[in-house]
């Protein structure tokens, strides 16, 4: 299964960019979907998460929660990270992810999930 992100790019601070994922292979239902981000010298953080059965499940870690919107359209087998007042510090290479869900669906760990994409960049 490979994942395929797109929309990332160059944006001034307090702008708005909208992030895809193309997920071939990764069944409608019974997936826990999140989006990571690495920044250069730092480790990979989880932004947000979605359970692909439960779409008010959202979870976003606390740094980008009122500014980042995830959301998933099962019909076109794409999750999406919507990103508005964006910041400096939100500049990172971004990674969409999947693992079978189970448990609590969020994106406190990286290691969990077995599925990735090749990352796009996001610069503020």
């Known amino acids: 299964v490979q994942l395929v992100e797109s929309g990332g790019g160059s944006v001034q601070a307090g702008g708005t960019l909208t992030l895809s994922c193309k997920t071939p292979g990764i069944t409608p239902s019974g997936y826990c979907m999140g989006w990571f981000r690495q920044a250069p010298g730092k480790g990979r953080e989880g932004v947000a998460a979605?359970?692909?059965?439960?779409?008010?499940?959202?979870w976003y870690a606390d740094s980008v929660k009122g500014r980042f919107t995830v959301s998933e359209d099962n019909a076109k087998n794409e999750l999406y990270l919507q990103m508005t007042s964006l910041k400096p510090e939100d500049t990172a290479m971004y990674y969409c992810?999947?693992?079978?869900?189970?448990?609590?669906?969020?994106?406190?760990?990286?290691?969990?999930?077995?599925?990735w994409g090749q990352g796009t960049q996001v610069t503020v």
């Open positions: 992810a999947a693992r079978s869900s189970g448990g609590y669906c969020n994106g406190g760990h990286a290691s969990p999930f077995g599925y």
């Open positions: 979605i359970d692909s059965d439960d779409a008010g499940s959202a």
